[in-house]
Each structure stands twice: as structure tokens, then as C-alpha cells.
């Protein structure tokens, strides 16, 4: 089944404690993306990936990191969180190409920062 | 910059009513526009998308039309059931890279037997 995995699903945890929600897909999506949920906000792209090794900050970068070492996963690091970082995240991805792909995305991963 | 501004909610309705939610957009060039569907406890899904001035996207009994001279996407249907409960996002293209996605705020709809 064509998908987009995230984990964990909820994760609570403290303030300046490392963590990683890690991302796959088994589509061979050339395009990964992280965008966090928030009410009243809608949707907003944190970074983005077009291929392995190609990363590029999106419109809420701050205080967050990721890698594309292989083609199907693409973690979400937080180093340091932050009580404000408490959002619901979601990773998606896509076909690159022609005209504008359908994005595929992830069931989303809830984080409580205490 | 591009963004997308959507009717307040929540919206609650009963079995059968019709449907709007209005969507406007701010962009500039021709961006593409979509509606994405969030049932509870799920990702979004990608409901319907219009890639041009006039196009209607429709799925679903869902329906949108891009109208370019109102700068707006509203999605209508004409017969709701219980089973279309779910928060509905209105979204556009950032052609600046073509797959980056700008949503609105999300609407929550709720629909009553």
C-alpha cells in the first residue's frame, strides 16, 4: 500500500530534550516535505526536500533541522525544543515534475513540549 | 506573499443541506488550487484541485470552481451526509516552487443526522 509513515504518532516530552519524528515513504517520491498544524493557521511548511541531499528551509524554520540521506525518509530533528514548538506536524510528499503533483501525507504526529 | 483565507468555522449543518465554504486566495502569477479534506485523526487528503482560470475540480460530489476574476475557490455540495464531518483546507500552489503549499486556516464542519 502506497503511504506516508510518521513516528511516533504522539510523543510529550520537556523542554531542550533532543528528539527525532522520523518520516518514510514508499512511493519514490522525489519530494518530502514538514509542515506544522495550528489552530487558526492552517498549515505551514517548515522545510522541504526535492531530492537526497537537497534541503530547504520553508517559512517556519526556526528551531528545527532535517536530513535527506535516503530517497524514502526524511526525519524532523528537534535539538533543543521549546514549549512553542507544541503543534501537530505532518510530513508529506511527492512526484516531482510537470505541472503540480498531488502531496501524499503522513497521519501526523502530535508533540507536547513541557 | 501568497495566501489563502477561508470562511470561518466550525460549520455545522444537518444531513442533506447544501454546502459552502468560501476560499479566497491571494497570489500573484497562476498558482494552482485545492481542496484538502482532514478526517478526525487522519492526514489530509487531497479532495479536488483546479490548475487554471475556469477549471472545476470535482470528487466526490464535491465541486469547486477557480474563478480568477474574484480571486476565489468556494467548495460546494449539494447533499451533505454525516460521513463529509471533517476540517476542510483550502490551498494554493507557491509557484515560486511549485509543490510548497500555502493553507488556509482550515474550516471544521460537522454534519448532524
Known amino acids: 500500500e502506497a503511504q506516508v509513515t510518521q513516528n511516533p504518532r504522539y510523543l510529550i516530552t520537556v523542554t531542550g530534550k533532543k528528539l527525532t519524528v522520523t518520516c518514510s515513504q514508499n512511493?519514490?517520491?522525489?519530494?518530502m516535505s514538514w509542515y506544522r498544524q495550528d489552530p487558526g493557521l492552517g498549515l505551514r511548511q517548515i522545510y522541504y526536500?526535492?531530492?537526497?541531499?537537497?534541503?530547504d528551509k520553508g517559512d517556519v524554520p526556526e528551531g528545527y533541522k532535517v536530513s535527506r540521506k535516503e530517497k524514502r525518509n526524511f526525519p524532523l530533528i528537534l535539538e533543543s525544543p521549546s514549549p512553542n514548538q507544541t503543534s501537530l506536524y505532518f510530513c508529506?510528499?511527492?512526484?516531482?515534475?510537470?505541472?503540480?503533483?498531488?502531496?501524499?501525507f503522513g497521519p501526523g504526529t502530535r508533540l507536547t513540549v513541557l | 506573499g501568497n495566501s489563502v483565507t477561508q470562511m470561518e468555522g466550525p460549520v455545522t449543518l444537518s444531513e442533506e443541506a447544501f454546502l459552502t465554504i468560501n476560499c479566497t486566495y491571494t497570489?500573484?502569477?497562476?498558482?494552482?488550487l485545492f481542496w484538502y479534506v482532514q478526517y478526525p485523526g487522519e492526514g489530509l487528503q487531497l479532495l479536488l484541485k483546479?490548475?487554471?482560470?475556469?477549471d472545476k475540480g470535482s470528487n466526490k460530489g464535491f465541486e469547486a470552481t477557480y474563478r480568477k476574476e474574484t480571486t476565489s475557490f468556494h467548495l460546494e455540495k449539494g447533499s451533505v451526509q454525516v460521513s463529509d464531518s471533517a476540517v476542510y483546507f483550502c490551498?494554493?500552489?507557491?509557484?515560486?516552487?511549485?509543490?510548497?503549499?500555502?493553507f488556509g486556516q482550515g474550516t471544521r464542519l460537522t454534519i448532524n443526522p
Open positions: 508529506a510528499s511527492s512526484f516531482l515534475g510537470t505541472g503540480v503533483n498531488e502531496q501524499f
Open positions: 512511493m519514490n517520491h522525489e519530494y
Open positions: 526536500s526535492m531530492n537526497v541531499e537537497v534541503t
Open positions: 497570489a500573484t502569477g497562476y498558482p494552482s
Open positions: 483546479a490548475t487554471k482560470a475556469d
Open positions: 490551498a494554493l500552489s507557491d509557484e515560486a516552487g511549485a509543490q510548497k503549499l500555502v
